[in-house]
């Protein structure tokens, strides 16, 4: 029997290693065996915690998920309440944070896509992160377009996102942040009446963001 309080200490250990051997090797090289060698474990604690292969691949993507929607809520509380242009691009910014844009990350990511649609708690998991990136835009949206509209923008912003990102995971050059808020803020100045716009500018002229 493992001693107690071993599971923290080894699941982060273990979630490092998985992405690790993701990003060497791929989701299909990635077997049990070589995860435990990168973690400097036995075999036997990923079954004991994990189930095997897929329930650790369940862990890795929760602590993904987890840390995207922490960097996606930090970043909103840095904005100005009334500033909703900020807000939205401070939730698009979250999608690219620097940590999200790790190659380990992004492998993991890939993986995690594309295993989501054969494994139903991988579903679930793709399912919740959608449902969060989605309700977090349309509560700001809202604010200044009408019930259709926000919905309708919210899912645009939300395809934009995904798809820029997909395209730079797979590019040589790999995701650019930047680009991607240039790109959606372009967007948004078509959809958002003017005047959000200039108030964003006029925070960002006297220094506030």
């Given at each position: 029997?493992?001693?107690?309080?071993?599971?923290?200490?080894?699941r982060?250990?273990?979630?490092?290693?998985?992405?690790?051997?993701?990003?060497?090797?791929?989701?299909?090289?990635?077997?049990?065996?070589?995860?435990?060698?990168?973690?400097?474990?036995?075999?036997?604690?990923?079954?004991?915690?994990?189930?095997?292969?897929?329930?650790?691949?369940?862990?890795?993507?929760?602590?993904?998920?987890?840390?995207?929607?922490?960097?996606?809520?930090?970043?909103?509380?840095?904005?100005?309440?009334d500033?909703?242009?900020?807000?939205?691009?401070?939730?698009?910014?979250?999608?690219?944070?620097?940590?999200q844009?790790?190659?380990?990350v992004?492998?993991?990511?890939?993986a995690?896509?594309?295993?989501?649609?054969?494994?139903?708690?991988?579903?679930?998991?793709?399912r919740?992160?959608?449902?969060?990136?989605?309700?977090?835009?349309?509560?700001?949206?809202?604010?200044?377009?009408?019930?259709?509209?926000?919905?309708?923008?919210?899912?645009?912003?939300?395809?934009?996102i995904?798809?820029?990102?997909?395209?730079?995971?797979?590019?040589?050059?790999?995701?650019?942040?930047?680009?991607?808020?240039?790109?959606?803020?372009?967007?948004?100045?078509?959809?958002?009446?003017?005047?959000?716009?200039?108030?964003?500018?006029?925070?960002?002229?006297?220094?506030?963001?």
């Amino acid at each position: 029997m493992p001693k107690v309080g071993m599971d923290e200490i080894r699941r982060p250990q273990l979630i490092h290693a998985t992405m690790q051997v993701i990003d060497n090797v791929g989701l299909q090289g990635a077997s049990v065996s070589l995860i435990s060698k990168a973690a400097g474990v036995s075999p036997g604690i990923i079954n004991h915690y994990f189930g095997g292969k897929d329930g650790l691949l369940e862990a890795t993507m929760r602590s993904v998920l987890r840390q995207l929607s922490e960097g996606v809520q930090e970043r909103i509380t840095l904005q100005d309440p009334d500033d909703v242009i900020g807000r939205i691009k401070a939730i698009v910014g979250g999608n690219f944070d620097p940590r999200q844009l790790d190659s380990k990350v992004v492998k993991t990511w890939l993986a995690f896509w594309s295993q989501a649609m054969h494994d139903p708690m991988l579903y679930r998991l793709q399912r919740v992160n959608e449902r969060r990136l989605l309700s977090h835009l349309r509560l700001e949206l809202k604010r200044v377009l009408p019930h259709d509209k926000a919905q309708l923008t919210a899912q645009a912003i939300a395809a934009l996102i995904d798809g820029i990102w997909l395209r730079g995971a797979l590019t040589p050059g790999g995701i650019d942040g930047d680009l991607a808020q240039r790109i959606i803020t372009d967007y948004l100045e078509l959809q958002l009446p003017k005047e959000h716009f200039d108030y964003h500018r006029k925070l960002i002229s006297k220094g506030a963001h």
